[in-house]
């Protein structure tokens, strides 16, 4: 998996993780949220990216 992220990816990660982290030091329940926010996102962002390549015959 680290090695179709990319360095950028792999970066953008520890930063999401670091922020969330930061926000959990403070306030546990706001982090929480963000942390399903993030998840939903990612999730959505798969779907998307999983038809288009279909669509084009890529999967």
């Known amino acids: 998996m680290l090695k179709k992220l990319g360095a ?3 970066g953008g990660l520890v930063l999401v993780l670091l922020g969330v982290g930061l926000v ?3 306030q ?3 982090a929480l949220g963000i942390a ?3 998840v939903g996102v990612a999730l ?3 779907g998307l990216i ?7 015959g890529f999967a």
Request: aromatic share 14%; hydrophobic share 65%.
């Open 8 to 10: 950028t990816g792999i």
């Open 24 to 26: 959990a030091w403070q």
């Open 28 to 30: 546990p329940i706001v």
């Open 36 to 38: 399903l926010a993030f």
């Open 44 to 46: 959505v962002a798969k």
């Open 50 to 56: 999983s038809n288009v390549m279909s669509a084009f």
